[in-house]
């Protein structure tokens, strides 16, 4: 049992939003972690430039079949990065939400490993509203990322260009794919985040229903969720099981809350 088991709504109130605060920190954190990872093939792409060209630089047009199966090395290092990454930060997502929430809504040191197991397999296994589990949705970055890279490094070869010219390129690829993996990244926590505050909820014998809040940009599936009353209970109140107010949409900002059982209050 938790040292202290809150005694008022605001009390708990005041967790949820001083938790969702430093979360975006986290998670910001999080995302630069994950371009940082994804993008360290960068190195391994130059050396293979490196082995393929001549002298001055270039890449004669009778080595580019070879160079372009070479891709498929590197396209098999942005998954596995991106795959480690992304699991690092769900797993750190659900132990540091679960770590905040565990010892104010009395739940046991057993209890807090099943939240976070549940948690890590629940988001892997997960099937998005794009009928992708995670490691489709890191194959297919992976797999743009090498075609573009690929459209590159094909166009600079039959130019007669060098590889100081190709390296500029490629960094540009990396750069301009950023924002997918800022968003998988944010979009992987944010659900393994929501997902650790409903399974303790579940947990804990203090928490009967959850508030839904929509995020800063009111998009309208938050809006409408917040909206909501499903069981006649008030507007944007859910049951911790209710897996539909995790991730709404793609970059939510939306947040959810405890409810204490009125026998606690």
Known sequence: MASKILTTQAELDAIFEKMEKDYGALNRRQQAYAIKE???????????????????????????????????????????????????????????????????????????????????????????????????????????????????????????????????????VYDNETWKVRRLARNESVTAHRAAISYNAQESDFVEWLQFHHGVKRTQACVDLSEEDRYGKGTGIFKPTDTDIWLPHVNCTGYATYILDERWL
């Open 38 to 172: 994804i993008g360290r093939v960068r190195g391994d792409l130059a050396d293979l430039l490196a082995d393929f060209a001549d002298s001055d630089g270039t890449i004669k047009r009778q080595r580019a079949s070879r160079i372009l199966r070479e891709l498929d090395g590197i396209e098999r290092s942005l998954r596995q990065n991106g795959t480690l990454a992304l699991e690092n930060i769900i797993e750190e997502s659900s132990e540091w939400t679960t770590a905040r929430l565990a010892g104010v809504v009395g739940i046991s040191t057993a209890g807090i490993e099943r939240v976070n197991k549940h948690v890590i397999k629940y988001v892997i296994k997960r099937f998005g509203e794009d009928g992708l589990v995670l490691s489709d949705r890191i194959w297919g970055l992976s797999g743009e990322i090498r075609d573009d890279i690929a459209t590159v490094i094909r166009s600079n070869i039959i130019k007669g260009e060098g590889i100081n010219a190709m390296i500029p390129q490629i960094r540009k």
